[in-house]
């Protein structure tokens, strides 16, 4: 009796267990696929970080002397310093156009689909098409700069990518051209989750259109508003496409993120182990971004 | 403002600044549109012209310079393949993730949480000789495995997203009546969920379509490039033409624009909400 019973146990644990096994059988494709392309090849970058390999011949273990390297590389720290003005543009003006525009178009009915197609096509279309167009609009000799000289504004027919006070900004703006209308969408979304009664609480108190943004809308929506910007900050890191279209890098590193920097490092000047240091830092970086967002988070900030 | 009560604000304001905002969001992309069927001596003398004679010219010439049968061809290939591919393995995951009992489902969420917040850069260089170890580099397989990688985690979480909210009820009633795990998902969650897969095979085919990055580094064969690279090849090539260049981007950017215009009420849910809310 005691026997059959314990066998019977031990059939349904069995089922239980194959049970269990086969649900992963249905996650087995998605996490083989991201291990294959991106967790095995990350970790493998950790290692060949610590190798001098040019990616043809063989690799030779240099220890941490590719960081070192990066210490001493006052391009590697200009570019960084790119990526951190890159970022600080991306969390202020499109944030603000996406703020003002979802605002506006929350206080409108009529034309609101409209207005949220037309700013979220510069989204849909790609780097390639957006850079195309910009480098034509900002020619300084057929864009709009040499159409306002014409009509007697002088000043604007700089070459905004070839100066290297203007590339930097001129290929931010370009980007945050395409970025800021999704954005507004975002917002938009989030500011009718907001009570309409804290409106009307305003609006019977006398407060203005501004007060009202001020001190509604934007607590209102603090969640979404705190995730936009982690994301902008996790996004900046890998900035590529915009810069290596439009300047790629120039001129003499002015417009250089890390991004670029260790593309051209790997592909163009084939120092590998060096490219990969730089792109572990990166790694390092979005952890670091990461963990003070769990952190603030842990101590009890609302985000 | 959205009042229940009576009273009414003005929203002149807002329609005069949303207005100058969408000229700035539209503006440039009509004036690529006006660039590019005219001439550069047209396009130099005033880039905001209306032409007299558009030159419709252009776009035979770039579509035919740029070997647009072929990119296109590659493209559709590489678009496809990767919806097909990151909707079969997002839909089991997304499945198994929504219904099935996995423990550690936390730290796969986790997982794809922070893996597509890990910076390319970290792990395309290493990849870029693993592939070429493997043969994979100037594939087109090759890049779609890729391509379904990097996406398939948003994939995923937002085709979850979409069975979660299914009943449960259907699922219950499908299993008494015998059906397996499979079935279940094919028979019952997959119909009912289709609105889910057509939105994220929407957005991961807008991506592949515009991806620049990965198809430069792992695509360098001329025939098998997509729209995007030889675009860029393209522009090089005729640095001088713009209305050529600008003619040869209208091209590529014809098809998104019609295909987001349909379906803008899918393109803003999907990336906006999955995008947004993970």
Redesign the interface.
Known sequence: MAFKIDSRVGVTTAYRWRNILSNYIFLAPVVALNLIVIVIPSLTSIYISMNKWSGLNQPEFVGLANFERLINDPIYWKSLSHNVIWTIFFLTIPVFMGLMGAFLLSGIKRFQMVYRVAFFIPYVIASVVNTELWRTLLHPRHGIGAWLAKQGIEGFDIRVFGSKHTALYGVAFVDSWHFWGFLVIVYLAAMYQVQPDLYEVAILEGASRFQRFRHVTVPGIRPTLVFTLLMIMIWSVPAFDYIYLLTDGGPAHASEVLGTYLYNMSFFRFEVGYAAAIGVTMALITACIVAIFVILRRRGWEI | ?????G?T?T?A???V??FL??V???G??L??FL?SVKT?EQ??A???SIPAEPRFDNYAVAFEKGNYVNTVKNSVILTAGTVIGVL???G??G???AH????GANI?AF?FL??T??????????????WKTFGLLNTHLGLI??Y???S??FA?YLIRSYMVALPKEFIEAAKIDGAS?FQV?TRVILPLSWPGFLTTGLIVG?GV??E??IAV?FIHHPDLKPV??S??AF?ERFTRD?GL??AA?VI??LP??IL??LM?RR??EG???GG?KM
């Open positions: 403002m959205r009042l229940r009560s009273r604000e929203t304001f807002n329609h600044i949303l905002l969408a700035f969001a539209l440039p992309v004036v690529l660039n550069s396009i130099a005033n880039p905001f079969i393995v997002g089991m995951g499945y198994a993730l099935l009992e996995i423990r796969i997982y922070v893996g917040a890990i910076p390319i850069q970290l792990y395309v260089v290493p990849l870029f000789f693993i495995i890729i379904c990688a990097t398939s985690p995923t795990k998902m807008l379509w515009n620049f990055l580094t995007a690279t675009l860029r522009q713009w260049t600008n981007s590529m950017l998104v624009l987001f215009l803008q393109f803003i990336l906006t909400q947004m």
